[in-house]
């Protein structure tokens, strides 16, 4: 079988793009608001207004989507979380679920 034959059966096969997951920050009511906004600002990098939409969204309907990514970005994501509420004596929950995109 020649290189370009090779070549040629490599670029046919379709990769699969990343699964993609969810990173969410649970409520319970413990936690201050300012520190769950700081959270989303520091480690999402997210815009105040933003931060706080999330924030609500997590205070009144119990959780709330901090945002989307691959499987290692999520876990370490959540693990920054889970580490500066611990730190800072909050009780703060962080999950990542697998999203179906």
């Known amino acids: 079988m020649s290189s370009t034959s090779t070549h040629k059966q490599i670029n046919k096969q379709k990769i ?5 997951y ?21 480690i999402f990098r997210l815009p105040e207004e933003q931060a706080t939409a999330i924030m609500l969204e ?10 989307t990514y691959t499987r290692d970005i999520a876990e370490t994501k959540q693990q ?22």
């Open 16 to 20: 699969a793009p990343p699964k993609k």
């Open 22 to 42: 969810g990173v969410f920050l649970l409520n319970d009511h413990y936690t201050p608001m300012d520190f769950v906004v700081n959270i989303l600002q520091e």
């Open 58 to 67: 997590v205070h009144h309907h119990g959780k709330g989507l901090c945002g």
């Open 80 to 101: 920054q979380v889970l580490i500066l509420a611990h730190d800072a004596g909050h009780p703060l929950m962080c999950t990542i679920e697998e999203l179906s995109i």
